[in-house]
């Protein structure tokens, strides 16, 4: 039921591989997933040719700026999460998937120029509650960190962001080679192979942790009820 979106106006944040991670998150724990694959590069797509996606996920590559914003409410209606892709730049897609999202994930890398990219989104969903009057709860995922040090970069966007009050998920997306390789062989974490990927356990718990901040903050917006009443009277 949830729609989670992933946006960041700065291409190359982390966003696809963020969604993905979520996906096959929720997957495991045993619930239904449909995921938007709005990013023009289709990598969500590509991976769900692969073998290994498990059946509890499914990939809609065919949208249109028109048709975004009622393909999602519809996919809310049957999955027991949707989750959306949206390319690294600012447009219609990406503004009507905001608008009927109940959650916006906002991946940031630690420098500056993921910082600016990430605060555009921010301002184009204050700009969206006002059209659509309510909330959109939206939260800051840093990503690509690494797992031994903290960089100065990264610790100036932590410092921008809790200036400006912004919600920044406790668990960052470490920067790990069993994520890439997901995209490159398939499947999700739990069927990777432990001998031929480095620290997979780590990866996974971060994974996991990760999904667990998410999901906490996901609720479906009263607004959205009222969308499930109108379909099913209609
Ligand atoms: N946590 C991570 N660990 C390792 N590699 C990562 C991680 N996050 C992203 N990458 C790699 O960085 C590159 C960009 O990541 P990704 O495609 O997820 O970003 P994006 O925000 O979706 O980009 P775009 O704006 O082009 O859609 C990819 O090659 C991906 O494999
Ligand atoms: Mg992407």
């Known amino acids: 039921m949830p729609v989670i979106s992933f946006a960041n106006a700065k291409g190359g944040a982390g966003k696809t591989t963020a969604a993905l991670l979520l996906a096959t998150e929720v997957a495991d724990r045993g619930k239904s997933v449909t995921i938007f694959d709005a990013d023009p590069q289709?990598?969500?797509?590509?991976?769900?040719?692969?073998?290994?996606?498990?059946?509890?996920?499914?990939?809609?590559?065919?949208i249109t700026p028109a048709s975004i914003t009622e393909q999602i409410l519809d996919?809310?209606?049957?999955?027991?999460?949707?989750?959306?892709?949206l390319e690294g730049t600012?447009?219609?897609?990406?503004?009507?998937?905001?608008?009927?999202?109940?959650?916006?994930?906002?991946?940031?890398?630690?420098s500056s120029m993921d910082a600016r990219g990430g605060a555009k989104i921010l301002t184009l969903i204050a700009k969206l509650e006002k059209i659509v009057k309510h909330d959109i709860r939206h939260c800051v995922a840093l990503t690509r960190t690494n797992a031994a040090v903290t960089t100065r970069a990264l610790k100036a966007v932590q410092e921008f962001l809790a200036v400006k009050g912004?919600?920044?998920?406790?668990?960052?997306?470490?920067?790990?080679?069993?994520y890439r390789d997901l995209?490159?062989?398939?499947?999700?974490?739990?069927?990777?192979?432990?001998?031929?990927i480095t620290n997979l356990d780590k990866a996974r718990e971060n994974a996991a942790m990760f999904a667990a901040e998410i999901l906490e903050r996901a609720e479906v917006q009263p607004r959205r009820k009222w969308y499930q009443v109108f379909k099913k009277a209609s």
Request: proline share 6%; glycine share 6%; charged share 20%.
């Open 42 to 62: 289709k990598w969500i797509s590509h991976w769900a040719d692969l073998p290994g996606r498990p059946a509890k996920i499914d990939v809609v590559s065919q």
């Open 75 to 85: 996919a809310s209606e049957k999955a027991d999460y949707v989750i959306v892709d």
């Open 90 to 110: 600012e447009n219609l897609v990406v503004a009507n998937a905001l608008s009927v999202s109940d959650l916006v994930v906002v991946p940031i890398q630690g």
């Open 166 to 178: 912004i919600d920044v998920l406790m668990t960052p997306i470490v920067e790990r080679a069993a």
């Open 183 to 196: 995209f490159e062989f398939g499947g999700g974490l739990k069927s990777q192979d432990p001998k031929t």
